[in-house]
């Protein structure tokens, strides 16, 4: 039985994927030394290719290997060699699927023990509570650094379009550089790069232009945004509203709505100002809304597991649904749902007290599966929280400890 995520979808560029079903960005960590793809990755995304989602979004690729969102992260930068990203692009492109890259910057989500440059619109901190201290104190970029980061951008993206990438996601969500710009709470500037929103938002749509004056015109540019930060005073849904407006007016092709930060991970489906979220498809009023004045495809991530979700979120106007922890723990989801409507993958749900450690124990969990079906293993949903947390807090450090080596002598 053919099913709403079944059909294909036309983009602007005049791109059509296959169906409406796309693997939401999920950072690997798995990078082999040098910040590059290897034989882990290859894998992982040959299994997501064969198992029937119609577009991957690859986990974020950092646009500057001084400023990670984490150890064992990718960059690509202009003189980093280029063979693997073609056998990454290549090992996701079997079975008709497209492959587009993340592309990132963390701004001031770095931790403090990677080190690096903790850049952001402003020099105000992560407020963590008693978790803040794991992060580093960010510097108020210059002009001159907020024009290289433009060129960054532009770089890392024509080196994915010629490593055979279909498209590229410029990463302006969850709380990120691009993201901290957005948000009145992080970007406190006083000259064209702060204060409005069209002040605001004007560095997202300078690495936009900048990307299109530098790619083949029909590659696939895509944004991902929050639908709100959701805190009180952050970038809220009228915001976004008014910046997928523009988006479109720049021809943008796709933007996947999330929500949230560090501070307050909505993209968990839990909210910092109390407001709350579907129980299934958490952004999906949010999505429903904007897909009504959008001029492009509209795609939403998170909480959606099941099929029956997924067909509602299409007929409810929204162009394409993405799937993070789902096709961790069952990279095959969607062809399964040919054969069996009710199929689902088990989630693990870790009922601790502690939300943030709770949080980055399912992190943990999901990761620990990345890496299984890297080593050409089945995912194990049954695996501990409490082990799983400690050997990636181990596996974790030995990785920042190989990054604060390589640049033992300097950036
Ligand atoms: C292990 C893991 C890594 C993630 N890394 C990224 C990332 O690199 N970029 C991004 O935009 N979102 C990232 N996310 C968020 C997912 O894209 C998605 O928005 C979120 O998991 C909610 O969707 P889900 O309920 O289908 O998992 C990550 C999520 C997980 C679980």
Redesign the pocket.
């Known amino acids: 039985m053919s099913h709403p995520v079944d059909q294909t979808l036309t983009l602007p560029n005049g791109n059509v994927l296959p169906n409406r079903i796309a693997k939401?960005?999920?950072?690997e960590n798995m990078a082999i030394e040098g910040h590059l793809p290897g034989d882990g990755i290859f894998k992982l995304y040959k299994a997501w290719a064969n198992g029937g989602t119609g577009l991957l979004i690859t986990?974020?690729v950092m646009v500057d290997h001084r400023a990670m969102t984490g150890p064992g992260g990718i960059a690509l930068e202009q003189d980093t060699p280029l063979e693997p990203f073609k056998q990454w692009a290549n090992s996701a492109k079997q079975n008709n699927t497209q492959v587009w890259m993340?592309i990132n910057h963390p701004g001031r989500q770095v931790y403090a023990a990677m080190g690096g440059h903790v850049l952001s619109p402003s020099d105000i901190p992560l407020d963590m509570g008693k978790h803040s201290s794991l992060f580093g104190q960010p510097t108020a970029m210059t002009e001159t650094q907020i024009e290289e980061l433009i060129q960054r951008f532009a770089t890392t993206a024509s080196r994915a379009i010629e490593a055979g990438f279909n498209g590229v996601q410029i990463?302006a969500?969850?709380g990120y550089l691009l993201s901290q710009f957005l948000s009145p709470l992080t970007n406190k500037r006083h000259d064209q790069w702060g204060g409005p929103l069209e002040n605001r938002a004007r560095l997202l749509y300078q690495v936009v232009k900048a990307i299109q004056n530098t790619v083949p015109k029909d590659t696939a540019i895509a944004v991902?945004l929050n639908s709100a930060d959701f805190q009180r005073g952050g970038f809220d849904s009228d915001d976004a509203q008014a910046v997928v407006k523009t988006l479109g007016e720049l021809n943008v092709d796709l933007v996947e709505l999330?929500g949230g930060s560090y501070e307050s991970p909505a993209?968990?489906g839990i909210t910092q100002d109390g407001r709350t979220l579907e129980r299934e498809a958490y952004f999906l009023s949010f999505a429903k809304d904007i897909a009504q004045h959008a001029t492009m495809p509209i795609m939403t991530?998170?909480?959606?597991n099941r099929l029956a979700i997924a067909n509602n979120v299409i007929n409810a106007g929204v162009d394409l649904i993405?799937?993070?922890?789902?096709l961790a723990f069952r990279p095959d989801l969607p062809n399964q749902w040919k054969n069996n409507s009710d199929a689902q993958a088990q989630l693990p749900n870790v009922a601790w007290k502690n939300k943030t450690m709770a949080s980055i124990a399912t992190?943990a969990i999901?990761?620990r599966q990345l890496q299984r079906i890297g080593k050409g293993k089945q995912p194990k949903p049954s695996s501990s929280a409490v082990f799983s947390l400690i050997a990636d807090q181990m596996r974790l450090k030995k990785l920042t400890k190989r990054y604060r080596a390589r640049y033992a002598g300097g950036f």
């Open positions: 939401a960005a999920m950072e986990g974020n993340q990463h969500a969850h991902k999330s993209m968990q991530t998170g909480g959606i993405g799937m993070g922890r789902a992190m999901t990761k």
